[in-house]
């Protein structure tokens, strides 16, 4: 008999079969919460109070701030002299960063191999460095080396060799160095734009390194003459930081360095601000064949010191000095343009600016130029709250990530030493950046001005030139990197 007839028969005697129930249904977990679904509030700042130097003075008037940290037996010790490449003799560009240079290729007892040995010996860790306006030792060493560190310091700072083999040898090497550089635009701009921001004769118009034909002219009588005009006692300052007391650094540093220098009196360096410049065209080095971009803008800024500088520094952070800053959000997450953009302040003594630099792709340079303008301009209708608190908490986290070793620490008070100010003045610098107001970060986004900056690209011209002009940039000005 067929299925189908059972049926009918069973339904016929009313005695249908129960049905089957269907099978049970596996139970799913629910997934786990998302932890990026929910934006995480901002919670309030954790408190920060930095060191306070405690200050003396060497008895050839040289000036001493000391930083005890004494939680590693590491100290690290600044000295600055002011000078640098603002006194570069003209058409000798590079003469101050040679003579530093020169410093540690033999001094006092040791030629340039056995002052290098020594070094490494010791495990020291010693730099020499020149600004526009300055010259920098900077040397770390374990605390029971720093006698012996310090002693080097003393034979360059008083018994350098200046021996004609070593002059050639760091000369050409110099030269070298500037040669290749030209190939590399983010130097190429900076180098670029510091002439055009200052001028061509001004004492900062000329990277502090020197140019590749200055360099070419520099004599050992240029090198010699620098060192014995600007490493004067009375002139420098002793920064110090890490597992070491006043006391100790103060009777270090007079066994070393304190007898009187070679240089009569300090080096002055009067350089006068940028000049006011107004609706400049773009300028732009040509690099045939490049795939990326760089461009590099320069506007007018705050001096060291300013009253308004903190709310310029905030507005700045907003605008590019973070991963979540109005310009990396925008030409790096939304259109892609670049990897990141940079915004930041430079100030000196008695100038400022504000400097915007990034890498683009080749492709996109007008569209991107275009985007850039446009921010800068909206950023000037002023911050969010958030964007104000974020700005003083990246600052204050800047200063927080200084004071993690002891070269930093020593290098942070330093750069407040040497422009004058008071030992307390980091703390009020994270004060001021606390309290700045929405209004007086919009009044300084004034700052932003298109008709006063100096735009610079450095890509290729073939492929850009058009997109920049129908960008809007009519006026383009081919330049030649020094």
Not at 61 to 82: F, Q, T
Not at 231 to 236: C, E, I, L, S, T
Not at 426 to 431: H, M, Q, R, T, V
Request: include cysteine.
């Amino acid at each position: 008999m067929s299925r189908y007839s059972l049926t009918l028969l069973f339904l016929a005697l009313g005695c249908a079969p129960k049905p089957v129930p269907p099978p049970p249904v596996a139970a799913v977990e629910a997934p786990p919460p998302d932890p990026l679904a929910t934006r995480p509030q901002i919670g309030a700042p954790a408190t920060f109070t930095p060191p306070s130097p405690e200050v003396g003075v060497l008895s050839n008037h040289a000036g001493l701030w000391v930083i005890n940290r004494p939680a590693l037996p590491l100290v690290s010790v600044v000295l600055h002299v002011p000078g640098g490449s603002a006194l570069d003799p003209r058409g000798h560009e590079g003469a101050a960063w040679l003579s530093d240079r020169l410093m540690t290729q033999g001094a006092g007892k040791l030629d340039a191999t056995q002052f290098a040995e020594t070094i490494e010996r010791l495990g020291i860790q010693l730099d020499v460095s020149t600004d526009l306006d300055g010259s920098w030792v900077s040397v770390s060493m374990k605390k029971d080396q720093v006698g012996a560190a310090l002693g080097l310091v003393s034979d360059m700072v008083l018994h350098p060799h200046w021996g004609v083999g070593d002059f050639k040898r760091e000369k050409e090497l110099a030269v070298g160095d500037l040669t290749q550089s030209l190939e590399e635009p983010p130097t190429v701009a900076a180098r670029t734009a510091l002439s055009l921001w200052y001028g061509p004769l001004h004492p900062w118009g000329h990277p502090a390194e020197g140019t590749v034909k200055g360099m070419g002219q520099v004599t050992v009588k240029d090198v010699q003459k620098y060192h014995a005009q600007v490493w004067n006692a009375a002139g420098a300052t002793f920064t110090v930081a890490g597992d070491i007391t006043l006391a100790e650094a103060q009777a270090a540093l007079e066994s070393t360095l304190g007898k009187p220098w070679a240089a009569a009196k300090p080096a002055g360096v009067a350089a006068s601000p940028a000049a006011s410049w107004t609706d400049r065209p773009l300028y732009l080095v040509d690099s045939p064949g490049a795939a990326q971009t760089m461009f590099y803008v320069q506007f007018p800024g705050r001096a060291e010191g300013d009253a308004h500088l903190p709310a310029l520094r905030t507005g700045t952070i907003a605008l590019g000095g973070t991963f979540t800053s109005r310009l990396n959000a925008l030409l790096r997450e939304k259109r892609g343009y670049t990897y990141g953009v940079r915004a930041r302040t430079v100030e000196r003594h008695g100038d400022g600016s504000v400097v915007v630099s990034s890498r683009i792709r080749t492709d996109v340079t007008g569209p991107a130029m275009k985007d850039l303008l446009g921010e800068l301009t909206s950023i000037q209708a002023g911050l969010t709250a958030e964007e104000l608190t974020k700005a003083s908490g990246a600052y204050k986290q800047d200063q927080v990530e200084a004071m993690e070793s002891v070269s930093g620490v020593a290098a942070t008070f330093a750069d407040y030493q040497v422009a004058g100010f008071g030992p307390g003045q980091l703390n009020l610098d994270l004060l001021s950046m606390r309290s700045v107001t929405a209004d007086a970060v919009k009044a300084e986004m004034s700052a932003y001005d298109m008709h006063h900056a100096v735009f610079l690209l450095v890509g290729d011209r073939a492929k850009i030139e058009p997109g920049l002009k129908e960008a809007g940039f009519s006026k383009i000005e081919v330049v030649v990197p020094g």
